[in-house]
């Protein structure tokens, strides 16, 4: 980082516009911060623009923490499902257990569960529980989100950056200002940024979007011997899926693997059978082996890490950005002297 003026201490810089960056800042400029983001892409070209969009928390630390974190965003996503415009919906589907042992927490933050009767749990499933998610249709949420920001006051920013002082040093340029705060929400390039965490890796998922054609159920099965299953219907199509190779960063698409999922899919969710195919994802879920939401040593200004969600990042999204306002605290009125 070059040499700055003093930073101004009711200012914020949010690196990374996905999801969880996205919702950071927006908490953040509604407790007072004059927050800038900086990105490379906009939500809808991360991996936020790959996930499928239902509350649950696949791939995420079972912890009090990621308890909390989750409750949080569930109550917050029901209050938008009273307005159209958020793109969230409260959906009924059967989640299917086939391994003893499984964690069900999730449920105690679920409407209306209830165990599926027998004749609706699949074949060499041990149980199902029926329940009404938040299903997020994310290319409605994403933008409607960035507008949130952005109404809040939130300035963005397109550059790619290595550190946090690279930051700092692009809102410097474009405002005259350093940030006194900088919240690294970058996803699977956040440890890098950071540049003190190696931990993290990635999960590579693979889905099909099929036309939506009365599809109003959704369906997870991650414990599938032939591969997980999920069935998520949004507004205008039907994400299906899908994989999670573990360290895999290959984001090639796949048609063998297309044609396995649907295949199973298909033997799952009868109705899918002769829809067609609207849209084909790649993405890589920034995994880690626990949830990092924590001040980080190192950077030029004060910093706070918000990464390692896996696969969980839309679930969560609204309990981390409340965490890291709370770890933020409130910003000082008046900027620091020379």
Avoid at 102 to 119: K, L, M, Q
Avoid at 199 to 223: C, F, M, N, S
Avoid at 244 to 262: F, H, K, M, R, V
Wanted: with cysteine; aromatic share 6%; net charge negative.
């Amino acid at each position: 980082m070059s040499e700055s003026p003093a930073a101004n201490p009711s200012t914020a810089v949010v690196i990374g516009a996905g999801v969880i960056g996205l919702s950071c800042a927006l908490g953040l400029a509604r407790a007072g911060w004059t927050v800038t983001i900086v990105a490379e892409q906009p939500a809808t070209e991360t991996v936020s623009g790959v996930a499928g969009g239902i509350w649950f928390p696949y791939k995420a630390e079972a912890s009090p923490r990621a308890e909390r974190l989750l409750k949080t965003s569930f109550d917050r996503f029901v209050e938008l499902a009273d307005d159209p415009a958020s793109g969230v919906d409260l959906v009924e589907g059967l989640w299917v257990e086939r391994l003893p042992g499984t964690d069900r927490s999730w449920t105690a933050s679920a409407r209306n569960v209830r165990r599926a009767p027998e004749g609706e749990v699949p074949r060499g499933a041990r149980d199902g529980i029926v329940a009404e998610l938040p299903i997020i249709d994310m290319p409605t949420f994403l933008p409607w989100l960035a507008a949130q920001a952005a109404a809040a006051g939130v300035t963005t920013l397109e550059a790619s950056v290595d550190s946090v002082g690279q930051a700092l040093d692009v809102v410097l340029s474009a405002s005259g200002a350093t940030p006194a705060l900088a919240v690294v929400a970058a996803g699977e390039h956040s440890g890098a940024i950071l540049g003190d965490d190696s931990t993290g890796y990635p999960i590579r998922g693979q889905v099909v979007k099929l036309e939506q054609a009365g599809i109003t159920h959704w369906l997870v099965d991650d414990d599938h011997e032939d591969g997980m299953i999920y069935v998520i219907p949004r507004r205008n199509d039907v994400v299906v899926g899908g994989t999670a190779d573990e360290g895999e960063t290959d984001t090639t698409y796949s048609q063998e693997t297309e044609d396995a999922i649907l295949r199973r899919a298909i033997e799952a969710y009868p109705a899918l059978a002769g829809l067609a195919v609207k849209e084909r994802a790649v993405g890589l879920r920034p995994a880690r082996p626990a949830l990092r939401l924590e001040e980080a040593e190192g950077p030029p200004v004060r910093t706070l890490a918000a990464y390692g969600h896996g696969g969980a990042g839309v679930t969560l999204c609204w309990g981390t950005a409340e965490e890291i306002v709370e770890l933020a605290g409130p910003p000082a009125n008046e900027p620091c002297g020379p």
